[in-house]
């Protein structure tokens, strides 16, 4: 079965450089969610996406932002990148019926 | 705050052990979902509990969520080494909608079972 798809898996950044994360979610699914994993802590939720529109937002900084394309993918950017912002990425997909998330592997980002 | 408590975080038991993790929190979830994630990889859904009281079994994995919906339990009969991980439980609130797959997961509990 097809899973959600996130790219890069790894990526690496210098300080104050720009950083763009793609999510490829499970065909059918509506609605889309990103999530930021620092090391040893447990996922935080960042923002949301149901049918295209932003459905909610997290502690997403405000030099991040989002969006979901007419394809239902979508990427997450990243301005100005802080060392703080290292973490692993992961997007999800879900059905709004069985409120059930799907994860996808992750990408690691790496600021130095 | 952490709004869902997770404990233990730590158990390292042997092969043939049973071992139960506990969610806890004072809020009233619309459901509870119970995740593996190994390192660098992705959360995977074990199972989603919604009503309360109600029980799940995934072989030897049971699940509990509590009447009140506040508290969930996963209990693992005649621990493996493969089920060694990270186990983490994250509920959802819905509130009205809006907040849908909002998860808020709790700290995690690291299971090393020895052979």
């Known amino acids: 079965a097809a899973g959600v798809i996130q790219s890069p898996r790894h990526l690496i950044k210098e300080k104050r450089e720009t950083a763009t994360l793609k999510c490829y979610p499970i065909?059918?699914?509506?609605?889309v969610y990103w999530y930021q994993q620092g090391p040893g802590q447990d996922p935080q939720f960042l923002i949301s996406?149901?049918?295209?529109?932003?459905?909610d937002k997290g502690s997403i900084p405000d030099r991040f932002s989002a969006q979901q394309f007419s394809d239902y993918h979508s990427e997450l950017n990243m301005s100005s990148l802080e060392l703080g912002d290292s973490a692993l990425y992961f997007c999800?997909?879900?059905?709004?019926?069985?409120?059930?998330?799907?994860f996808g592997e992750g990408s690691r980002l790496t600021v130095l | 705050t952490q709004l869902l408590e997770q404990s233990p975080q730590f158990l390292s038991i042997q092969e043939g052990e049973n071992l139960t993790v506990y969610c806890n929190s004072s809020?009233?979830?619309?459901?509870l979902q119970w995740y593996r994630q190994e390192p660098g990889e992705g959360p995977v859904l074990l199972v989603t509990?919604?009503?309360?009281?109600e029980v799940k079994k995934l072989k030897r994995l049971t699940f509990q969520f509590g009447d009140a919906r506040k508290d969930s339990s996963l209990h693992i009969t005649a621990a493996q080494p493969g089920d060694t991980g990270l186990y983490l439980c994250?509920?959802?609130?819905?509130?009205?909608?809006?907040?849908?797959?909002?998860?808020?997961f709790g700290q995690g509990t690291i299971l090393t079972v020895h052979p």
């Open positions: 999800a997909s879900g059905d709004a019926n069985t409120g059930e998330l799907f």
């Open positions: 065909p059918r699914h509506d609605t």
């Open positions: 996406f149901y049918e295209k529109m932003q459905s």
């Open positions: 809020s009233v979830f619309s459901s």
């Open positions: 509990v919604v009503t309360g009281g």
């Open positions: 994250a509920g959802e609130v819905r509130d009205g909608g809006t907040s849908y797959g909002k998860l808020t």
